[in-house]
């Protein structure tokens, strides 16, 4: 199976420029199987009012991304994962991911940790976590700061993802290595498909760090961009390799789990 990912500058506001440029780097990538292209990649991050959310987010899937990226994945014969900004109504928008293949629009993934001011524009998504089977491999969704949770990787490796597809503005610098960590402990693939350059807005900017990757089951870099230009990169994978979960004869990574002992996960107050 060829996976891959898809870095690039998007600008803030410029949809329709950045959509199409989405397309162009798509067709570059042609023959992956998959590809995962960065957060909020038709709009930018950086928004500063509300009022923006309403002129540059979008209907899913009816809007013009979702149905640019349906009509060239089944052009392409390609599954893709992209980040954009999900408009419900005028007063409800997601920061999301949409999943597309050769048969159309399947599914879209809210972002569930919301980083810093992302609060005051997006509501958080409710989950559930869910995988998709794409006949080579099962995959998984989350969006960016979803990395910080380890929780996020392990349910969707719970729940049978061999890769993890993960659209992502990084402006943190340890977050690509932790997903090195979230393969590993996972025993998992994962795609982090990252923007570069900046958003500069009156009175804040933001810098991302590029530095996309692919990240195996056994804790290699099988594909790194570097921090500044536009890439796409696509490597062929296994995805079997990921259903191995032996850490040695005696030890399976999931069954050997201690859960009457990990109550405390699944409670919100912290012990002082
Ligand atoms: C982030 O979640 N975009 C940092």
């Given at each position: 199976?060829?996976?891959?990912y898809?870095?690039?500058?998007?600008?803030?506001?410029?949809?329709?420029?950045?959509?199409?440029?989405?397309?162009?780097?798509?067709t570059?990538?042609?023959?992956?199987?998959?590809?995962?292209l960065?957060?909020?990649?038709?709009?930018?991050?950086?928004?500063?009012?509300?009022?923006?959310?309403?002129?540059?987010?979008?209907?899913?899937?009816?809007?013009?991304?979702?149905?640019?990226?349906?009509?060239i994945?089944?052009?392409?014969?390609?599954?893709?994962?992209?980040?954009i900004?999900?408009?419900?109504?005028?007063?409800?928008?997601?920061?999301?991911?949409?999943?597309?293949?050769?048969e159309?629009?399947?599914?879209?993934?809210?972002?569930?940790?919301?980083?810093?001011?992302?609060?005051?524009?997006?509501?958080?998504?409710n989950?559930?976590?869910?995988?998709?089977?794409?006949?080579?491999a099962?995959?998984?969704?989350?969006?960016?700061?979803?990395?910080?949770?380890?929780?996020?990787?392990?349910?969707?490796?719970?729940?049978?993802?061999?890769?993890i597809?993960?659209p992502?503005?990084?402006?943190?610098?340890?977050?690509?290595?932790?997903?090195?960590a979230?393969?590993?402990?996972?025993?998992?693939?994962?795609?982090t498909?990252?923007?570069?350059g900046e958003?500069?807005?009156?009175?804040?900017?933001?810098?991302?760090?590029?530095?996309?990757?692919?990240?195996?089951p056994k804790m290699?870099?099988?594909?790194?961009?570097?921090?500044?230009?536009?890439?796409?990169?696509?490597?062929?994978i296994?995805p079997?390799?990921?259903?191995?979960?032996?850490?040695?004869?005696?030890?399976?990574?999931?069954?050997?789990?201690?859960?009457?002992?990990?109550?405390?996960?699944?409670?919100?107050?912290v012990e002082?």
């Amino acid at each position: 199976m060829k996976i891959g990912y898809i870095q690039f500058n998007p600008i803030f506001g410029e949809v329709q420029k950045n959509l199409d440029r989405t397309i162009e780097l798509i067709t570059k990538g042609k023959e992956a199987d998959l590809l995962v292209l960065p957060e909020l990649c038709t709009t930018g991050y950086l928004f500063i009012d509300k009022s923006e959310l309403q002129r540059f987010g979008e209907k899913v899937p009816d809007g013009p991304s979702t149905k640019a990226w349906s009509k060239i994945a089944k052009e392409t014969d390609t599954f893709i994962v992209a980040g954009i900004c999900e408009k419900v109504s005028d007063s409800e928008f997601y920061n999301s991911a949409v999943l597309v293949g050769p048969e159309g629009f399947i599914d879209v993934y809210r972002k569930i940790h919301l980083f810093n001011n992302e609060k005051d524009f997006f509501k958080a998504g409710n989950g559930p976590f869910k995988i998709y089977d794409l006949g080579d491999a099962k995959i998984g969704i989350m969006v960016c700061f979803d990395w910080v949770f380890p929780e996020t990787a392990r349910i969707l490796a719970l729940h049978g993802a061999d890769i993890i597809c993960h659209p992502a503005n990084l402006v943190l610098q340890f977050s690509q290595k932790t997903m090195l960590a979230r393969s590993i402990e996972n025993r998992i693939f994962t795609i982090t498909a990252n923007r570069t350059g900046e958003d500069i807005r009156p009175n804040s900017q933001l810098s991302f760090t590029g530095l996309s990757q692919i990240t195996s089951p056994k804790m290699e870099l099988l594909a790194q961009s570097n921090e500044h230009d536009e890439d796409v990169k696509i490597v062929e994978i296994d995805p079997m390799q990921a259903r191995n979960k032996m850490i040695t004869a005696n030890n399976h990574l999931f069954l050997d789990r201690r859960v009457e002992l990990y109550s405390p996960l699944l409670k919100k107050e912290v012990e002082k």
